[in-house]
């Protein structure tokens, strides 16, 4: 390997422009001519639209246009389509309400946007927008997702039935039934799996563009990838062929699984901008993030675990609530049922799994894919229900995890629910994350915490995602005329340092230095295809078709060289950047091909040019363990995580500095639901969080400092790399193991649940009611 390639921890390229000051977001890019959105949004969580008056506003300095849903639907304008269509378990698809990109006659959450105001300034458009009229009949509203299973429920969407839009079911459930009536004990939690905002770095933002003379569209907005939005745009909405859309994607300032999917404010503008030849422009205001970007999580389960007499587990069932929202944003009944049901074995044999999902509709803002996508929800159900086997079964939280693993000499191990792990050693993992934290000792530690007053608890979760295996993805890499490379790749970085992690690869095959591999991306007229960021796939199928396309460009040089040095080519070796004929002095230089390549002249040589591409044959399975140690003040509530330790399996590892860098941040995400973030409605459907004056993020002296492991010594065993995995990792591990550890330190003050957030107010009222 290379001084820069697999393996080491180089400084990240992107970095410089960043901390200079020169990245390149969409609220940087200018257009010629270029006018300003303003939304006016409900503030009412359901109603009727009885009427909108916009003269005045129509008539204030610099006002281009008001449209409302009716504008859009005389235009042909489509609505946004739900992507998942999971069928239930009675065999019927998903009921799908219509989501349209400005509300018809109803309004079904606070946020939904009702017009949109299009004016010469930012400024004017949220002047005139003030100035619309909206009249509204207010109607009942739901936001619990139990609630809104009752009878007497107010119907969230009129167009459907009721607001189950999905029964779906997953397992044998005669077989969990036999388990559970031989079992010798049943442990069984109830959790609540709280609502969070996902509030990336950069709001949504967007330019649209359209071009009367070729009647095409531009857009430019952050994103996750871009054909997917392309093909819903233009196949789905628009109804234009798909050259008919060029979308640019610039830097993006994080994601989360947010910034995938289409938003009606990218159909509104779209639309706008064909109505008036001008491109229409809107940046996101951050109080219109809480009310209209896709938000994450929020279950209700109940799960259960059936044990033998030795705490051996037989068999577990698994019910679970899950909030839609208001309408079906792209992949949401998916998280909940196939993304998280199919994880629910963990790392464990368990013989009989039986998972039921209900998917329910409320008068609150869509939920979809949040950092993770339905895994942190399955590791959150089992951990927590593992540490509750553990106490009824009278077994320490290691032993029945260890009596209960997977084996390494059981894989590959199908786990019974279309998931098969094929590498691993999970009792390890857990033996040296605990050995790291010095779990044999903790007692002492927590006698001492008695002594001032304190409350001590410790915690793990061993956990196990599912990435990758998400469509193809293509590379394209052309030899440039200094000597260096460009990468064109479908990937998408939104910040996790892409251009670093394929440059290393590159370095890898070709020898260059790092600053002369380029990488292009975010460009739907510069890269040909791909599947984006999102399942932690970038670089375990990025990374492997960048790779192959390089040894393309490395054999029809090495085609070349032999002409040049007069040789055949398969006698020209190829290392470091050189060519050499075997066994000889006699070499050429890769830079020295790449002039004679770009020279033209009739020399009868060409730019070299290859592509090639990648398609999973299957998942991988990042696992690891973490071990929380914490304390509580029971006099304030207040929780401080003490020690953090995190061993990790992500197979092969390309850069350990990146790695470790996505493990702190999903950590922090993961503490952040655990203790601090709840996205709250009132009865009314009112958004309580609606600010970061109410909604409380992570702040530094919130993260402790993580103590990390990286094993590298089990490759993935379907990845021709051997990578499986590690943006989303910290995020599912955490959770639990806060959660776990701080149970820990209730339980002996007689608290026997608590549901994330445990906010300082919330441990200290379930310490009062023990008491």
Sequence with gaps: MGQFGIGQGVRRLEDQR??????????????????????????????????????????????????TAQDLQAAGVGDIPCLALMKGRDGRQVDTPPYPALARDRVHHVGD?????????????????????????????????????????????????????LDWAQGNETDVEAAFAKADRIARIELVNNRVVVNSMEPRALIADYDPQEEKFTLHTGSQGLFRLKDQFCRMIFGIPEDKLHIITPDVGGGFGMKIFAYPEQVACLFAARELGRPV????????????????????TTAEMALDKEGHFLGIRISTLANMGAYL????????????????????????????????????VPVDAYRGAGRPEASYVMERLVDEA??????????????????????????????IYDSGDYPRLLQEACRQVD???????????????????????????????????????????DGGVTLVIGTMTNGQGHHTAYAQLLHDKFGLPLEKIRMVQGDSEKVHKGGGTGGSRSLLMGGISAQRAADRVIETARQIAGDL???APDDIEFDDGLFRIAGTDRTLELAEIAQRTHQGGGNGLTPIEETDGYTAEALTFPNGCHVCELEVDPDTGCSKILDYVVVDDFGTVVNPMLAAGQVHGGVAQGLGQALLEHTVYDEEGQLITASFMDYTMPRADDVPDVRLTLVQDMPCKTNPMGVKGAGEAGAIGAPPAIMNALMDALAPAGVKRIDMPATPEQVWRVLQAAS
């Design 281 to 300: 422009r809107w940046t996101g205001e951050r109080n219109e993030s809480f009310q209209s970007d896709t938000q994450g999580r929020d279950h209700q």
């Design 565 to 567: 040095l007069e040789a």
């Design 18 to 67: 960043f901390l200079t000051g020169e990245g390149r977001y969409t609220d940087d890019i200018t257009l010629p001519r270029q006018c300003y959105a303003a939304f006016v949004r409900s503030p009412f969580a359901h109603a009727v639209i009885t009427g909108i008056e916009s003269e005045e506003a129509a008539g204030q300095p610099g006002v281009l246009g008001i449209y």
């Design 113 to 165: 946007a009702v017009v949109m105001v299009v004016a010469e300034t930012a400024q004017q458009a949220r002047d005139a927008a003030d100035l619309v009229e909206v009249d509204y009949d207010p109607l009942d509203a739901v936001t619990d997702v139990g609630a809104a299973l009752a009878a007497e429920a107010p119907k969230v969407q009129e167009s459907l039935s009721g607001n189950l839009c």
């Design 329 to 364: 944003s792209n992949f949401a009944p998916y998280i909940p049922t196939g993304a998280s049901t199919q994880m629910y074995s963990g790392l464990y044999r368990i013989p009989a799994i039986h998972a039921e999902v209900k998917c329910v509709l409320t008068n609150t």
């Design 439 to 481: 779990w044999d000792n903790f007692e002492t530690r927590r006698a001492e915490s008695r002594s001032r007053g304190m409350l001590r608890g410790i915690g793990l979760a061993s956990y196990v995602e599912a990435c990758g295996g998400i469509g193809e993805e293509e590379a394209r890499i052309s030899l440039d005329p």
């Design 390 to 419: 553990a106490r009824v079964a009278g077994l320490d939280r290691r032993e029945i995890r260890l009596r209960n693993f997977i084996r390494p000499e059981d894989l590959p191990y199908d786990t019974g629910l279309n998931r």
